[in-house]
């Protein structure tokens, strides 16, 4: 499980037919201090986040595949849960 952001979403005309009829946004990975960490990843958006909200992101693909129905797809990672407060004595405040 992973702390990102989303930074935008994903429309295609033409992609695997496990996307079909799915969100797929873009996320920046965060570190405890809020800051970007690393390469920005594609997740499937069931909770419908909103654009710079905080997310944790699971990148268990098997689960991702049951999500979608589909045992072959390529996804690999969905949002989990979207964080609404990272606690009192968060550096996010």
């Known amino acids: 499980m992973n702390l990102a952001r989303i930074d935008g979403t994903i429309i295609a005309p033409a992609c695997h037919p496990s996307m079909r009829g799915t969100r797929t ?10 800051n970007d960490i ?17 997310v944790l992101i699971s990148t268990d693909g098997s689960r991702t595949r049951e ?9 690999r990672n969905h949002i989990l849960g979207v964080v609404d407060d990272a606690g009192v004595n968060s550096k996010f405040q």
Request: aromatic residues 0%; proline residues 8%; glycine residues 12%.
């Open 67 to 75: 999500i979608v129905r589909d045992k072959h797809s390529p996804l």
């Open 38 to 54: 690393g390469n920005p990843v594609l997740a499937i958006d069931t909770l419908g986040a909103g654009l710079h909200q905080r």
């Open 25 to 34: 946004v873009i996320c920046q990975p965060l570190d405890e201090n809020g």
